[in-house]
């Protein structure tokens, strides 16, 4: 220990800690405490941990590039993958140069507001010769971005002065590369705005203007926008790069326009003298595979369409509406559609009596969204799915969809997970039985997605399939349920009882058998119970997950007692972030693909 204390000065004279530190350890050297040489060892070897074993800047270029593509392609939102970039390239010179010889940091580019048009304009610079990623928005999303801000420099500053940690909020630039501290600061106060940024035709139109230039490697091109003529715009450029014959590596476009609900955005203005355009000038991309159209108005006729993978349509009024002659074409040249979206969206006019439904072997997911009656059974004749894994039926109120419920009964009996939201059959009672008879058809699902059910529909859960009667073992739960210490009651008696068999054995069967999770976006927290006391006990096939959307838990008799309450009935209950995918769903999707594979289905 003497022989350690005396060579103190000569290890720390070459300056491996600070000069204050330094000074201290030296002026301990001639003592000898035993705690303070403990002391003194652990600090030193904090030291050699934290500063001296990982020198990063000391890493190759291609390592430090993986690093950063890592950290900035890690955050779950635009917004901090966009932050995380430039503070990137904030740090030093060194990490600025390797960031910005990379150009997959850079090819994702998002326009949202006037005040950060030069560092996207920037950003198209460094990605090179690399396919770019492009999105035009003029809708500030919702989340607490500014704390993001916020936490971010803070935490440069912990890193870079550790005796000022405790200031995390501030939002100086000092430690910013100086080119690149306006950027950042542009960033932020609009980022402090909640108002957002509303994009006009003019800043459309100075976008375009620059990345005209860049079209032969634009990748992807999403546009969020609400002015007709914002849109317009957009549609006049791509129709003219297909005029002018540029070549496009395009894969995946998407136009949207806002809609409010009770005004018809989605409709041009009278008198526009808006033409509508054809689709990259009526010229075939044959790499395109994504296409979605909200809102937005082509010359649908005179567009070449197919290749695609996903297909949506949404918003699209009747006057600029696809003909079925037409979207006949569209699926006939895309034999590999997997997903096929109608929201708002149908097809006019007629097709002969003689043309027979399409097959789409490989189409997965299928959404039809607030179609009358009748054009969706026209949509509905044109294709068939024999392979369709999920299927979502939405907004299906005030009408009478008897005749669709009785269509699509037995035609995708393999799906395995089912989205019915704001479905109702109170106004039109005769569609009942049908809900019922379709319900009982697809007894492959085992995933099922609510939101919105009026009662009488959802009730359809609770009947037999092959009787079309309420499930006998039911009698003896409905006591439980209008008695006063309820299942929902204050302090509710949801220990297991004795249900006793109908006094004839009937061999109902049940609906939906291998229901196994349940997802509630809205709804009725009474009902989601009772489903699950039902099946329990009565059906025996109990439900094992529930995932409850963000509205559910806003409700306000929502608390701990209601949240056991229902831990109770299902073996487990989570809650779904907005824009989630289940773990579940994926896997139910991955082996449903395989079991395809296994039968030479799917080559």
């Known amino acids: 220990m003497v022989r350690f204390l005396s060579i103190l000065p000569q290890a720390f004279s070459n300056s491996c800690f600070p000069p204050d530190l ?16 403990r002391e003194i060892v652990a600090l030193h070897r904090k030291y050699m941990a934290d500063f001296r074993l ?9 390592v430090l590039r993986n690093i950063f593509a890592i950290v900035v392609w890690s955050r779950p939102t635009p917004d901090e993958n966009y932050l995380r970039r430039v503070l990137t390239i904030s740090v030093c010179r060194r990490w600025r140069e390797v960031a910005v ?3 997959t940091l850079w090819n994702t580019v998002w326009f ?6 030069e560092l996207c304009f920037q950003m198209l610079e460094w990605t090179g010769n690399a396919p770019i990623d492009l999105r035009i928005s003029d809708s500030q999303p919702a989340g607490g971005t500014k704390a993001t801000v916020a936490d971010m420099i803070g935490m440069r500053k912990r890193t870079l002065t550790p005796q000022r940690a405790s200031v995390v909020y501030e939002t100086s630039h000092e430690f910013l590369h100086p080119e690149d501290a306006a950027y950042l600061q542009s960033i932020s106060s609009h980022i402090k705005n909640p108002l957002g940024y509303r994009l006009s035709s003019e800043d459309v139109q100075q976008i375009l203007t620059r990345i005209m230039p860049k079209f032969s490697r634009i990748r992807m091109l999403i546009v969020f926008c609400k002015d007709y003529a914002v849109a317009w715009s957009v549609q006049k450029a791509l129709s003219l790069s297909g005029y ?3 070549s496009m590596p395009l894969e995946r476009l998407e136009l949207h326009r806002e809609w409010t609900p009770g005004v018809e955005h989605y409709i041009a203005p009278a008198n526009s003298h808006l033409e509508v355009q054809p689709l990259f000038g009526g010229r075939h991309l044959p790499s395109l595979t994504h296409l979605v159209v909200e809102g937005a108005h082509f010359d649908w006729q005179n567009s070449i369409i197919g290749n695609l993978t996903t297909f949506e349509m949404r918003l699209i009024n009747a006057e600029h509406s696809v003909s079925l002659d037409k979207f006949r074409q569209i699926l006939a040249a895309s034999p590999r559609l997997e997903r096929l979206h109608l929201d708002a969206a149908f097809a006019t006019g007629e097709v002969s009596e003689s043309a027979r439904p399409i097959e789409l072997r490989y189409l997965r997911v299928l959404l039809f969204s607030n179609i009358l009656p009748e054009p969706l059974l026209q949509l509905c004749r044109q294709f068939t799915a024999p392979y369709l894994r999920e299927l979502l039926l939405m907004r299906f109120m005030r009408y009478n969809y008897e005749s669709f419920w009785t269509f699509i009964t037995g035609r995708f009996s393999d799906i395995r997970v089912l989205a019915l939201y704001s479905i109702d059959t109170t106004t ?6 049908p809900l019922i008879r379709f319900l009982d058809s697809v007894r492959k699902v085992e995933f099922l997605k609510i939101s919105n059910f009026a009662p009488r529909s959802f009730a359809a859960l609770f009947y037999t399939g092959d009787s079309e009667r309420l499930h006998p073992g039911l009698g003896p739960l409905m006591e439980q349920w209008n008695a006063p210490n309820n ?17 004839i054995d009937l061999h109902p069967r049940v609906i939906l058998p291998l229901l196994r999770i349940l997802e509630a976006q809205n709804g009725d927290w009474d009902q989601l119970a009772k489903m699950a006391y039902f099946r329990k006990l009565a059906v025996h096939a109990p439900l094992h997950t529930l995932y409850v959307g963000q509205d559910m838990m806003k409700v306000d008799n929502v608390g701990p007692m209601r949240l056991m309450q229902m831990r109770l009935q299902y073996e487990e209950v989570r809650h779904l972030p907005p824009g989630f995918t289940t773990q579940e769903e994926v896997e139910l999707k991955v082996r449903a693909e395989a079991e395809l594979r296994a039968r030479g289905i799917i080559l």
């Not at 330094?22 to 040489?37: F, H, K, T, Y």
């Not at 039109?428 to 039985?433: R, V």
């Open 22 to 37: 330094q000074a201290d350890l030296e002026s301990m050297a001639g003592m000898r405490n035993v705690q303070i040489e």
């Open 487 to 503: 299942l929902m009651a204050s302090r509710p008696s949801c220990r297991p009882v004795h249900v006793e068999p109908p006094a």
């Open 101 to 103: 010889n990379d150009p």
């Open 428 to 433: 039109h009672i005769q569609a009942f039985q």
């Open 112 to 117: 949202r507001n006037s005040q950060s048009f």
């Open 54 to 62: 990982f020198k990063i800047n000391q890493l190759p270029d291609n």
């Open 244 to 246: 002018q014959g540029t």
